[in-house]
């Protein structure tokens, strides 16, 4: 067999063992609409669900992608699409007071932090969320960002935080649905509120639509990209899809004294989450031989 088919077949080995329940990351992949990949050790592969993620990992989202990522406290980052984001600094102290460190960069995009009741910390965050020139302190909150060409936002949902800029006085922002606006070439806005249509308008840009291709821990479809009996040909749509920013693998199947390979993209939510996938890989690849399963 051919080295990249084996290397097809141990990252969708790797991407089972990483969604262990058993691990303890600091930083894993959650959810991913594609196309999306992990910038590590300055290696680029597709995002692949359940990667433990590490100091220096920088992500990368394409068009109408969407990533949500869960840290070692509980908390939830999700990014929009067009997005450039780095993990920095993550750290878990136990040692009496347990606190969860990190700096998070929003390079680029849309980007959002959540602490959930549903995961009980019982321990201190100290997080570190940097724009482009905007650096927010976070210990517990709500807050959406984004880093364009030309400005930086910061919307504060529910919580606290404190803002730093070179140059001008620290920000605290304590009141909900309020938002700081600076231009790389300006000095910022006063803190004003945030009308509720704009706020659903910004959290739109970080939420996955319903039915829209999301791969998700814990999902059940599969979409099939290629069934044949060339490994040439399993290699050729494994790659092209890599490339692309899909998480695929190479599964092979022998019946009758045949070797047929299926080429795979795994964790789909829902069999519209499947066809959903199909069309968009059918228009921007030309992947023709496509279907969506439960096995």
């Known amino acids: 067999m051919g080295v990249r088919f084996i290397q097809g077949v141990l990252i969708a080995a790797l991407s089972s063992w990483a969604a262990s329940p058993a691990l303890a990351a600091l930083a894993e992949v959650e959810a991913v609409l594609a196309p999306a990949w992990l910038v590590r050790d300055g290696k680029r592969l597709p995002l692949g669900l359940g990667r433990e993620l590490k100091n220096g990992d920088q992500i990368l989202t394409g068009e109408a992608a969407r990533v949500r990522l869960r840290l070692a406290d509980g908390s939830t980052v999700k990014l929009g699409e067009h997005a450039r984001f780095t993990l920095d600094g993550m750290a878990q102290s136990r040692d009496g007071t347990r606190t969860f460190a990190a700096a998070l960069g929003v390079v680029e995009g849309a980007f959002r932090f959540t602490t959930s009741l549903l995961y009980k910390f019982a321990g201190q965050r100290d997080v570190r969320v940097t724009f482009a020139t905007v650096t927010a302190g976070i210990r517990g909150t709500d807050l959406w960002g984004k880093t364009t060409a030309d400005r930086e936002i910061v919307a504060l949902i529910e919580g606290k935080i404190t803002l ?3 140059g001008d006085k620290a920000v605290t922002m304590t009141q909900p649905s309020t938002v700081y606006q600076t231009s790389r070439a300006a000095a910022a806005l006063p803190v004003s509120t945030l009308p509720p249509d704009v706020l659903a308008k910004y959290a739109a840009e970080t939420e996955m639509a319903t039915g829209a291709g999301e791969a998700r821990k814990g999902g059940t479809w599969r979409l099939y990209a290629a069934h044949t009996k060339s490994e040439k040909e399993a290699l050729a749509v494994y790659d092209k899809l ?3 920013g899909y998480d695929a693998s190479i599964r092979p199947v022998t019946k009758d004294g045949h070797t047929e390979y299926a080429v795979r993209i795994v964790g ?28």
């Open 242 to 244: 890599q490339d692309a």
């Open 164 to 166: 730093t800029r070179p």
């Open 268 to 295: 789909l939510l829902t069999e519209a989450d499947g066809v959903a996938l199909a069309v968009k890989l059918r228009v921007q690849l030309g992947l023709q031989d496509v279907s969506v399963s439960l096995n």
